[in-house]
C-alpha cells in the first residue's frame, strides 16, 4: 500500500510525518530528561546542581563526540533517586510520543548507571515498568523496557547487573548495549548475551554508529544480536550491506543524534536516504531527545526536508518501524492497518 504520489508540498509532508502512526524504537529514557524536568527534580530530592538556572544547563548541550555527551548525560542522571522519579520520566516521554503518534516505544535504561548513585534496581525497574503498563490508558500506546549493558565498564559488572535484574525478569523485555563505542567492542560481552539469550531476552546493541564496520559484524556473529542500534557505518562494507538487506536486519538510525555527534557534518550529508534505497530495513529514531534537539517527528521533518524525501519513504520508515519492533504479530497487523489508513485518505 505504498502511496504512488510524492507530494513537494512540504506543509503537506510535514503534516503527514506528523500524522503517520509509528514505533520508536532506539530512545534512551535518560535521555529524555528536559532541563525543567532535571531542575524540578533535583529540588524534589535536595540535590544542588552545578547550573545556576534551566537556562543555563540547556547551554551547556554542545557536544563534540559520543564521550562528551555521556558526560553532561550522566550528570543529569544524578537527580533520579525515587521509583516515582522514574515513573514520571517516563511518563513524560510518552506525552511527547502521543503528540507525535507514537503507537509503540521501547525504552532504553541503564541500570549501572543508576545503581552507580545507591539506587536499587526495583526503583528503577518498577517505577518505568509503572508508566509502562499505564501507557495504553494514559498515552493510548504500548511500551516496554530494554535494559542496557553499558559498555565502558566490564563484562564482569555486566554479569552482575543481569543477576540483578533477574527477580523483575518479566518486566524487561530485552537486552541492549551502549555507552561508548570506540574501544569497547561487541566480542567484550560474549559471555553475558550468550547468559541473556539463554534467559529469553531480546537481543540489540549499539554498533557502527562511530566504530567501523567490523563492530556491526561482530554484534549479529558473537552476540547474535536481532536489531542494529545506528548501523550507519555498515554503508562502508558491501558484504554487510548484502547481509543486512537480505535478512532484513533492522537498524534503529538516530538523524539528529547522529549530526550533533559529528557523525555526519550535517544532516543532507546523512546516508538514511541511500540506505533505504539500497533496501535497508531502516528506521527513524530520536536517540536523547532532550540533548539532541529533536523528538522522533522533529527527527522526520529535519531529514526529509534536508534529503528531498518523500511520502512513499515516510510510509517505508513508518512500516519498517512496526516490523522492526518485538510486539506480537495481531497488534503489529493493528498498528500497520492504522497506517495504511491515515495514507489511504
Known amino acids: 500500500m505504498i502511496p504512488t504520489s510524492t507530494p513537494t508540498d512540504l506543509v503537506y509532508l510535514s503534516d503527514l510525518l506528523r500524522r503517520m502512526p509509528k514505533a520508536e524504537l532506539h530512545i534512551h529514557i535518560e535521555g529524555s530528561l528536559e532541563p525543567e524536568l532535571i531542575f524540578s527534580m533535583g529540588q524534589r530530592n535536595g540535590i544542588p546542581l552545578a547550573y545556576p538556572s534551566v537556562a543555563a544547563l540547556r547551554q551547556a548541550y554542545v557536544f563534540d563526540n559520543l564521550q562528551s555527551f555521556l558526560d553532561i548525560y550522566h550528570t543529569g542522571t544524578s537527580v533520579l533517586k525515587s521509583e516515582q522519579d522514574f515513573f514520571d520520566m517516563a511518563c513524560a516521554y510518552m506525552a511527547r510520543a502521543q503528540a507525535d503518534n507514537v503507537l509503540h516505544a521501547e525504552l532504553f535504561f541503564d541500570l549501572q548507571t543508576h545503581t552507580g548513585h545507591g539506587l536499587s534496581p ?91 564496520p567490523a563492530y556491526i559484524w561482530s554484534a549479529l556473529d558473537v552476540l547474535q544480536v536481532e536489531r542494529i542500534d545506528h548501523g550507519v557505518q555498515a554503508m562502508h562494507d558491501a558484504a554487510l550491506m548484502q547481509r543486512l538487506v537480505q535478512n532484513q536486519i533492522p537498524l534503529t538510525v538516530c538523524p539528529l543524534s547522529n549530526v550533533k555527534l559529528r557523525v555526519f557534518p550535517t544532516l543532507e550529508q546523512h546516508n538514511l536516504l541511500r540506505m533505504l534505497d539500497a533496501g535497508i530495513l531502516a528506521t527513524v529514531n530520536s536517540d536523547d531527545p532532550a540533548y539532541f534537539g529533536g523528538y522522533i517527528n522533529e527527527n522526520f521533518t529535519q531529514t526529509f526536508a534536508a534529503l528531498g524525501m518523500t511520502a512513499q519513504h515516510a510510509y517505508r520508515l513508518a512500516r519498517n518501524s512496526f516490523a522492526a519492533s518485538f510486539i506480537d504479530a495481531p497488534l503489529r497487523q493493528r498498528y500497520m492497518d492504522r497506517l495504511d489508513a491515515v495514507f489511504a485518505a
Do not use: W
Open 122 to 212: 526495583e526503583n528503577v525497574v518498577n517505577g518505568l515498568h509503572r508508566a509502562c503498563v499505564e501507557a495504553p490508558t494514559r498515552y493510548g500506546m504500548t511500551a516496554a523496557l530494554i535494559m542496557c549493558f553499558l559498555r565502558h565498564l566490564d563484562e564482569q559488572a555486566a554479569f552482575e547487573c543481569l543477576e540483578q535484574i533477574l527477580p523483575l525478569r518479566d518486566k524487561i523485555l530485552g537486552i541492549g548495549l551502549a555507552s561508548s563505542e570506540v574501544g569497547h567492542p561487541p566480542e567484550k560481552f560474549a559471555r553475558v548475551f550468550a547468559r541473556a539469550r539463554e534467559l529469553g531476552f531480546r537481543l540489540v546493541a549499539h554498533a557502527g554508529e562511530e566504530a567501523p
